[in-house]
Every structure is written in C-alpha cells, then in structure tokens.
C-alpha cells in the first residue's frame, strides 16, 4: 500500500469513528465512498509475485566522448497483465540523454511487452548503468509493487583519437618484423644500405654491374636497408601537479587525446605498442599489436583518472622494467622542472625518448580575460620552460611542444621535421 490508500483507510476509519459515536448514520454514508474507492483499488492491485522478464542491451559497449549510444529496455509480460506500469532506467549521473526518455509510464496487458529506447553520450570516463527499477500499480495508484532489475552493464567513452601522419621515431632497437623503421641492417627495404660480394641464388636485379666490372671474376650485389617494426611505450602524464582547469575543460583530457592519437598512429604502422598512465598510481596496457590492443589501450585511456601519488611523483619513479631494452618511449606530459631527471635517467638507460608536451602556459593563458598585469610572470614561466626544453633536446631528445588549439598533427610534422638530423649530431658530438 502507498501512502495515499494509508491517507484513504486513516479517513474511512475516522468516519466509521465519528459515525458509531454520534450514532449518526448521515456520517457512516460518508464513508462509503472511500470504501468503495478502497476496495476497488484492492480488487485491481498487482500481485506481489510480479513476472516479468526486463532486457537491457546497448548499441556498443564503447563510444567516442560526445558521440551518443543507444540504449533499449524491454520488459515482457510473464504473467496477468498490469493496469499500470512504470519503467525507470538508472542512467549514472555524468551520462545526459539527446534523444528518447529513461522513463516511461503506460498498462501492461499479458503478454504484451513495453520498449523504452534512448541515446545517451558523454565524456571520457567508464560508466556503469545501475539498473532498472519497475512500479507497478492499479489504476489509481494506492497499491504498488516495486521490483528492481540488476542489469550491471557497462559502458566505456573512449577519447576521441585525430589521425596522425607518419611519425618518424628511431629506435635503437626494431623487432624482426616487417614495418616502416630502418633497423641499420642490410635485407629488403627500398633505402639504400651498401654493396656485398654476390651470393648463390640471389636475384640477379640487384647486381651491382659498374663495381663487378671493375673487379676480376667477382660479383657485386647491391644491399638495402631492412625496414621494421619496433617496440614503442607510451607514457601518459595525468598527475595533478601537472594538470590545469580552466573554463575550457582540463589539460590532462588534451594530452589523453594525444596519447590514444599515437596509439593509434603506431599501431596502424605495426609496431608493438604498451601503454603506462601514472597519476594516482599506475594503469597500464601491456604492449601486443593490432586492433585487439588498440581497444585494450582505450579501455585504459578511458578508466585514466588524474590523481596523487608521492610514490610517482617525477618520471625518475617510474619501473623501467615494462618497457624492453633500447626500444622506443613516447612521453606525453606537459612536464614538470623535476622531470627533467627522470628523461635524462631513461636516456641514460639507452631508450630513444620523444615528448609531446602540452603546453600549459597557453592552455591557461589563452582563457583569462585579461593578462595586463601579468606580463612579467608570463615572460618568466616562457623562460622557465624553454630552458627546461632546450636541455631535453640536448641531449638528443626530441620535444614536440603542442599548443592545444592547434592540431596535434601539425604540430608533430612541424616540431620533429628536423628531430633526427639533431639527435644524430648529438650522439656524434657525445
């Protein structure tokens, strides 16, 4: 019984009450009434055993942020029919809804079946849909039956990943594969590499027929440069002494973007790609290839949650360990005065390092009204971390510093055009 059918039997009490106490039978014919009323709605109330079957299903288990997924209940009548039925799908609070309803109120005949259909989006995160919760009444409304359905369906928004142009990385290291990394040895490539004495059996195109001439019963045979793939980590930066809110959104969302861009890019081309993001702690993909790791990166990308943690509180902290010897390390942080060790220690360990950073400064200026009196500052923080930039490309690491409102593509392409000219000087000159 609801609150109103208590409200309606508290009355026809009090009447019954007033009626044999005043001995006044105009008062007991108020009362019937309510009882007629009362009893109608007993006769028409819906059994407590309730039987119905409820569906709950989504369109696809993952979504891009802002991009919406189609969500559908079905409840079918197992049983005798329902004058009154209301369905309410629990939609966790960060999820809004574009286009249907998550609730909906009509009869329920036997046999028959309601469908409530919505599309809902949202921003990168995991979300969980808690359930469905049926009320059922009689017609007007004074006995109800609740029942919850545990539907534990899980839905996952991605980070939206651009398209990358080639991204040239050098590794020390490359995997026997075939990919598009010259990995310093002669095999089959279309790089030129050098000149070897001719063997049996080799294809005769490849003779080298000016030096042959020039030697006496020997054969030369061009040899190029194998092309393959490497081991590639990516390094996610979501610490919150890195990360910065302003009315646009927060920094630590751009440089997840740039991570899942990259992943994608890398994987495209073949390599072996691993995934670490550290804030509060550590979250990570271990390195595979394909579109099977493609999605087990943006499941992680999307769970990646900013946070604390003075056990990894600079890159220094790291475990080395996940990622194999002499491969290829991708950092993407807007980086912090203190990392600068860290970067220099992985060097010095002999991975190739390319950063993508963020850069905090504009993302944060570019959204104040006003900076007249904070020229100097400004000047000073620009100082700060060009000098911080110019000591990572010294050592042979190459920086693409990524002001957000520019493509991230561009600014790969523009930044790293003559990146490999400049590590190679740097390793002669060391």
């Known amino acids: 019984m609801t609150g109103r059918a208590w409200h309606v039997s508290a009355l026809i009490g009090l009447l019954v009450f007033l009626g044999l106490l005043t001995r006044n039978g105009n008062v007991l014919l108020l009362a019937l009434p309510f009882v007629i009323y009362l009893g109608a709605s007993a006769l028409s109330a819906p059994a407590e055993d309730m039987r119905v079957y409820v569906k709950h299903a989504l369109s696809a288990n993952h979504g891009i ?26 939609v966790t609070p960060p999820l809004a809804i574009s286009e249907g309803e998550a609730s909906r109120s009509e009869p329920l005949p036997a046999g028959a079946r309601l469908e409530l259909e919505y599309d809902a989006y949202g921003q990168r995160g995991e979300y969980f849909f808690q359930g469905t919760h049926l009320t059922a009444s009689d017609h007007f409304g004074l006995f109800q039956v609740q029942r919850w359905f545990d ?96 009315a646009e959104g927060k920094l630590s969302e751009y440089s997840v973007q740039a991570a899942g861009s990259l992943a994608r890019l890398f994987l495209k081309e073949g390599h072996r790609v691993g995934l670490v993001a550290y804030g509060y702690g550590i ?96 000047r000073l923080a620009r100082i700060e971390r060009a000098v911080l930039l110019g000591k990572l490309r010294h050592v042979g690491i190459a920086v693409a510093e ?27 000159a060391q």
């Not at 003075?310 to 491969?327: H, I, K, M, V």
């Not at 190739?352 to 009204?369: A, G």
């Open 283 to 378: 979250t990570q993909a271990f390195p595979g290839y394909g579109a099977v790791q493609l999605e087990r990166i943006m499941a992680t990308l999307a769970r990646a949650q900013t946070g604390t943690s003075f056990a990894f509180e600079n890159l220094g902290s790291l475990p080395t360990r996940f990622f194999p010897p002499q491969s290829q390390l991708v950092i993407v942080s807007p980086l912090l005065p203190e990392d600068l060790f860290g970067l220099l220690r992985l060097a010095s360990l002999g991975y190739s390092i390319l950063v993508v950073s963020p850069d905090p400064i504009h993302f944060e200026v570019r959204t104040m009204r006003s900076t007249e009196n904070l020229e100097m500052p400004l």
């Open 65 to 90: 942020a802002d991009k919406p997924v189609h969500v559908s209940v079905v409840v079918q009548s197992q049983g005798a029919g329902l004058e009154e039925l209301r369905v309410e799908d629990c």
């Open 402 to 428: 990524w002001q957000t409102d520019q493509p991230l593509d561009q600014t790969l392409y523009s930044s790293l055009a003559r990146q490999p000219l400049r590590q190679h000087l740097t390793r002669m």
């Open 151 to 246: 539907t534990s369906d899980r839905l996952l928004i991605y980070p939206e990943a651009a398209r990358l142009r080639h991204v040239a990385i050098r590794p020390l290291r490359t995997v026997g594969f075939s990919g598009p990394i010259p990995a310093r040895r002669g095999g089959s490539g279309t790089d030129f590499y050098g000149i070897r004495q001719y063997q049996t059996g080799e294809t005769l195109r490849r003779i080298n027929w000016r030096v042959t001439a020039r030697h006496y019963r020997t054969i030369f045979t061009n040899e190029f440069e194998r092309e393959s793939v490497a081991d590639v980590g990516l390094i996610l930066d979501v610490r919150d002494q890195s990360d910065i809110l302003t």
